[in-house]
């Protein structure tokens, strides 16, 4: 309890004269008043009833204590305000308090000065005591006090009530906001609703989400959201939303991993058992590098009913380049996080294209026509002819146009054709094979 000065006991001629004193103040006060003050050393207060009373108290008597009765669930406001250079202290105390001096307060107001308020709400009926303390030792003070108490019957009532459509059992959270005109509301607290045991109370802090952990288990979950007051009066509502305790997954890719892909701007997309949303920036939620470690800035995009998310870069990609990917930061709409998703290896290559027609053929040579895509001009070109059942080369160049001839020796072969074996830029390529006569 807030240390204070002792009451005064009264002992002496002095404190004989005190009391005298104190008790013809009373008298004065009660003729106006219906309540009124006297001194006491133990708990037999003056009974107050609401209202206003007028008292002294400081010098030799530096505590009065009042008692009173309250029959319901209620508000209790006490205020006193002392004369000029005042400085009290206003305490309430609980049913069955025995000492105002070792015994702790409900609640208090010592503030500096002697304007002292305090507010109680009462949730249980009974006698309760109400000391003034006066802290001026050098003479009596006068003081008003007043009193109010404001039963409190009414239950709060929901002003919204906003359940989180999908919620992961570990973290159910429904927006309240509510009122009560009353003692205002004390907290809230959510439960299951076929459950036997008490909800989960929170502190209300005013309209947002309150979350709590409930039993685990996918699929539709009713729910009862409590509000209660500050006298104790809760009202319930009930609520339906649906757990979801199932992470995503990634279903298949585009590219797969390892293969190639011959876009300028290529772009990876993972396909996912439900609809997602990205928990971080869309320029961040894939971190993409080169085989040597360059980052490769993009933005990921959501389609298909939230189901697939791409990478597309900024900027065309060389060939050549092995872009490494990894997709991070995906959640479901109830907010789980989604398995672990492999980084991928998606190689970047230029397309190539080469044809051939026999243009001559001799028992010994064979002269062919040919064109390339210009991904394959500089690069050596196999000539491959089929005899015993295989192909074999039987010639290679390097096509310095589009199109162009060349003539080879045919030996046996029954068959031709031309083949780009591929490298890290251009992917390979094998023409159709020409029959020779």
Avoid: H
């Avoid at 037999?44 to 002294?56: E, I, K, M």
């Avoid at 699929?219 to 339906?240: F, K, P, S």
């Amino acid at each position: 309890m807030i240390a204070r000065n002792a009451i005064s006991t009264g002992r002496g001629a002095s404190g004989l004269r005190a009391l005298c004193i104190l008790f013809v103040a009373a008298l004065v006060v009660a003729v106006s008043t219906p309540v009124s003050a006297r001194t006491v050393n133990q708990l037999a207060g003056t009974p107050l009833a609401p209202g206003q009373s007028r008292g002294v108290v400081g010098g030799e008597v530096v505590d009065l204590v009042y008692v009173i009765e309250v029959t319901s669930a209620s508000v209790l406001v006490a205020t006193v305000t002392g004369a000029a250079g005042s400085e009290l202290g206003l305490y309430l105390f609980p049913p069955g308090t025995e000492s105002i001096q070792t015994e702790n307060p409900i609640t208090s107001s010592a503030r500096p000065g002697g304007l002292q308020r305090v507010t109680a709400l009462i949730r249980t009926p009974g006698v309760y005591f109400l000391n003034i303390n006066g802290r001026n030792t050098d003479r009596p003070r006068e003081f008003t006090l007043s009193l109010r108490i404001q039963p409190d019957v009414t239950p709060p009532e929901f002003v919204a009530l906003e359940p989180r459509p999908r919620s992961p059992s570990e973290n159910v959270c429904v927006r309240v906001s509510a009122r009560d005109a009353g003692s205002g509301i004390s907290r809230v607290g959510i439960r299951n609703a076929i459950s036997d045991l008490p909800p989960s109370w929170m502190p209300y802090t005013g309209t947002r989400d309150y979350c709590v952990r409930l039993s685990p288990g996918d699929g539709d979950r009713r729910i009862n959201v409590l509000v209660e007051n500050g006298v104790g009066l809760a009202r319930t509502v009930g609520a339906t939303l649906v757990i979801d305790d199932t992470p995503p997954s990634v279903q298949s890719t585009a590219p797969q991993q390892g293969t190639t892909s011959l876009r300028a701007r290529p772009s990876i997309s993972w396909s996912f058992t439900e609809p997602v949303r990205l928990s971080a920036s869309p320029r961040t939620t894939v971190f993409a590098t080169d085989q040597l470690g360059v980052p490769l800035k993009g933005e990921v995009l959501l389609t298909s009913g939230r189901k697939i998310a791409t990478w597309v870069p900024d900027a065309s990609v060389a060939a050549g380049t092995t872009i490494i990917a990894s997709l991070t930061g995906i959640v479901d709409d109830a907010g789980n996080p989604s398995t672990p998703i492999d980084t991928l290896e998606i190689l970047r290559k230029r397309a190539s294209a080469l044809s051939l027609r026999v243009l001559k053929s001799r028992a010994d040579r064979v002269t062919i026509g040919y064109s390339v895509s210009r991904s394959l001009l500089g690069r050596p070109l196999v000539i491959e002819g089929f005899a015993g059942g295989a192909w074999q080369p039987i010639g290679a160049f390097e096509a310095a146009t589009i199109a162009g001839s060349i003539s080879v020796e045919r030996g046996s072969s029954e068959r031709i054709r031309i083949r780009w074996p591929g490298d890290d830029i251009v992917v390979p390529v094998v023409s159709k094979a020409r029959l020779l006569p």
